[in-house]
Each structure stands twice: as structure tokens, then as C-alpha cells.
């Protein structure tokens, strides 16, 4: 027997859930891209239909995440706890699905022009995930422990960003003389803007204390 | 010593998991009944009423709820893992609590007249809470694996109706020309209509993880 | 070697988890106190000013938190499950997240008068902050089960005390002949501050099930 084939049949089965969480983290970085592309697109026939192009891949983005919980229950021994694993999926599925929420309520709410707020969370949130797929990659060999911390604090300081930039966005639009409709329905849009740089934390926060358990 | 008595002394306690599991999706069932009973009724006053009964009912599921966390503290040894019964008990007890919230709603903004996605949301709902019992009872003999992956498969496709649903509320809402506080009304109201769907869902993934270990 | 370095270098290293959830409770105490007084402030300016100084203590109290889920992936043994450690940081995180939101609220909608339903969500809070901060002092020597149970019973009574007054509120806003932006302003305010007993409960509850298992 090789020496190949020997590692390879003694290789755990559990190294199966890197390649998902790489690949929910891959298509996360899409989803940022398309969104940041057309919140950015002045044409709004245009940008309705980049912002409709994501319900594919969220739809993708859930498939995997469903196979990574199938593979949690066929599997009794898994690389990090049960529950952190639970958890990272759980908070990056959370992202994808407020990525496509916030798409949504663009369209729905028939909310036509572009607007400075949206495109500065557009870009926090590009960042936050790829910071989120940077620090996965990390995990499978956990050889660069410093490089998946630093994502972890980008994260939260990104979060940070977030966090200030809806404080931003709330204090115009109660101070402005907006009428009733237009502010719920950016409100409502904001607010969900932020909870995608919150669900990106909570991931980066479990990623966080599986390296501190296997350091 | 009797074969009966016999077989009743090595019955383990954690079987006593299954029953309160069933006392909530039945106790689902009847108050999306009389959810749907109640917004399909064009009375208000009637209607009010039947709302308000839904109070009593949250109350005998937040109960139940409750002896499955003090069954969980007790017991060492449970029928699945402790994290699914607690996952479970949860998402249940959310299902609960949301349509007792959207009855809250209708009472206390003085919603007065039936709706359609109102009521199409009372019928996806109470279709989702007869999978989720269906899904349940058959946990306790865990024979019939098929028919509880059917019953999620259903459920998973009853929400992505109130998705569709709700995305036409919310089309129907901005396009209109609904005063604010009217639309403020609704859009609160529906939104918290998708959220009993989604609880549903949680369950639902909860009953597919505990089989796929089982099977 | 004297008894009492004999006893110090056999304590527990998990005793850890008792001094950080103390910390938590104590500022969350703290919290509640600033922003009790915040409220019942009839000089917006003093208002404000106490209620942006919440934010610190938002900031220490995320710190501590972050502490408790370092020490948990780095100790092996803890005193309750790692679960039920998880969940009540988890929850109590929120409870200071919730009073910091209401907070940045109140600030970024400008709302300047004082209010009845602000006053009586701050005393709730308060009473419910107190009654935590009680039940997780005891958890260190787990010999007054009873008054940690009282604690408990308390808190869940307050998180209906809040419910009622948030019906109560909307009611109030919804039959009122207010406009629909200082509607918005405050539906948003309320919910908020219902949600933080919600927190607190779940804190409770997380509380009350650590002490099943161990009596």
C-alpha cells in the first residue's frame, strides 16, 4: 500500500465539513459582490434585476447549509465541537438569508434611487465576508492562527462600522422632513443592513473560540 | 412478576419526552385553528374574541414547554440529543408565541377588517402546525421514517409560500396609497404572520436532524 | 504546605465562571440604574447626556462577556454544562445590547419628552436586572436554591408586567390621533424595551434549569 493511499484511508471523513464551509463562505463573497454592484447601479431596471439574481444563489447557499447539518448528524466525530459547527452554520446561513432580505425589501418596497447609506453597508458587508471566507480558510489547516484572529477583529470593528453608520442613517431620517411611507421603508432596509454586519460577528465569534479550543 | 410490569419497570423515563412533544403540536393545532377560525370571521367583535381566546392556550403551551426543560434538567439519558429536544422545544415554543403575537396585534391596532393574505396566512399556518404534530407522533415509534421526512419537505415548502405571500403584501402595501399608519398596521402584522412560518421551519429542520442521526 | 494553599491549588479553576457572570449582572444592575434615572430626567439635555454614557458601559459589559467565551473554550471542566454557560452569557449580552438599543433610540429619534411607558419599561428593567444579578450570586455556593428559584419567578412575573404595558402602549398609539412618524418613533422604542425583559427571562430560564440539574 502507498504511503498516499495509506494517509488517505486513515484521513478523517470529517475533513468533509471544510470544503462546505468554504464553499457557503465562497458563494457569501458572490452574494456581497452582486448586491454592492447593484446598489451601486444608478439604472434601476438594472439594479432590480442584479438584486433579483440573488435568490438563486441564496437558494444555493441553503442547499449547502442543509448538507452541512445532514453531515453533522452522520457524523459522530466532527474537526471542531458539534455546537460551534451548529453555530457557523447557522450565523452564515443568518447572512446570506438578510443579504437577500434587504434585496427584497429594495424591490418590494419600490425603492428607486440610489442612496449613499445603502452603498456604504453594501461595502462594509462586502468586506465583513470576505474576511468571513479568508478566516475559513484558515481552519482547515489552522497553521496561521494570527491571520484567521486579525479577519475576527476586522469583523467586529467592521460591525462597529455598522453599528455607527445606522446611527447615521437614523438621525437624518428623523431629523429630515421625509414623508411617512419613505422613512419606513428605509428604515426597514438600514436596520437590515445592519443585522447582516451582526450575523457576520456572531460567525466570526464562533470561528473565534474554535481557535481558541484547538490552540 | 408480570411480562406487563416487567416491560413497565425497564421503560425508560426519558419515553416521557415524546408525550409533552405531542401535547404542543396538538395544543399548535388547535390555536391555528382557532387563529384561522377567527381572522376568516367577519364579525369583529366575534373575531376579537375568538383572538383573545389564544391567550389562554399560549399560556398551556408555554407550561408544557416548561416540563420538557425541567424533563431536560432531570434526565440524564433522552430519547435524542439533549441539544435537539432543546432546539425543539424552543422552535415550538416560538411557533406559539408568534401566532398569539399576530393575534395580539390584530386586537390591540384595531385591525377590524378580514384581509385575504391574513387568511392565507392563518391556512399556510395551520397546514404547517398538522405536518409538525404528524411529524411528531411518529418520532415516538421512529417505523414510518418516510412519512416524517414528508412532513418537513411539506413544511419547508409552506414557507416558502409565506415568503411569496408576504413579498405580495408587501408589493400590494407600497404600491398603494394606504395611509402610513394603515400600512404601519399591516406590515407589522404580516411580517410577524412570515416569522409563525419560519419558527415552523426551525422545527421542521430540528425533526430531520434527529431522524438522519436515528436511521 | 499549609490547608490553605492545599485548598487553593485543588480549587477549581471553572470557579472563574462565577466571578465573570457576577460582573455581568453587577454592571447590567448598573445599566438599568443609569438608564431608570435617564428617563425619569425631565431636562432632555441631562437625558441624553446620561443615556450616552450607557455605551461605555455597553462596551465593558461586551468585554466581559468575550471573557466568559474565552475561559469556556479554554477550560475543559466547567461548573454548570458548557450549554447552559453558552445561553445564559448569550442572553445576558442581549439584555445590555436591548437597553443600549433603547437608549441610542430614544437619542437618534429625538425624542425629548419624557414618557409614562419609558418610565415604567426602565422599572421593570430595573427590578428584573436586580432580581438576576440576586439569582446569579447565589449559583456560587448553590446552598439557597429556594431564593434563586424566587428570583426567578419574579423575573418571569415582571417579563407579563412588561407585556401588559406594551399592549397598553400600543393600544394607546394606535387609538390616538398621533402622527405617524412620532408613531413609528415610539411602536419602535416600546417593542425594544419589551424585548429586554424577554432577555431577562431567558436568562432566568437558563438560570432555573442550571439549578434542576443540580439539586
Known sequence: MAFGSFVKLFMPKDRVFYGLFEEVTASLVQMSEVFKKAVSEEDYARRDSLLKSLEELEHKNDEITHRI???????????????????????????????????KRIVNYSIHEKDAITVGFADIIHRSVNELNKAVKELRNMRDLRSITEACVKINSLENEGDELLDKAMIGLFSSNINPIELIKKKDLFQMLEIVTDKCEDAANVIESIIIKYS
Chains 1, 2, 3 share one sequence.
Not at 447539518?69 to 452554520?89: S, V, Y
Request: hydrophobic residues 50%; without cysteine; negative net charge.
Open 69 to 103: 447539518f445532514i453531515e453533522l448528524g452522520r457524523n459522530f466525530i466532527t474537526p471542531f465541537d458539534r455546537e460551534d459547527i451548529h453555530f457557523l452554520a447557522t450565523s452564515l446561513d443568518d447572512v446570506a438569508d438578510y443579504i437577500w432580505g434587504a434585496a
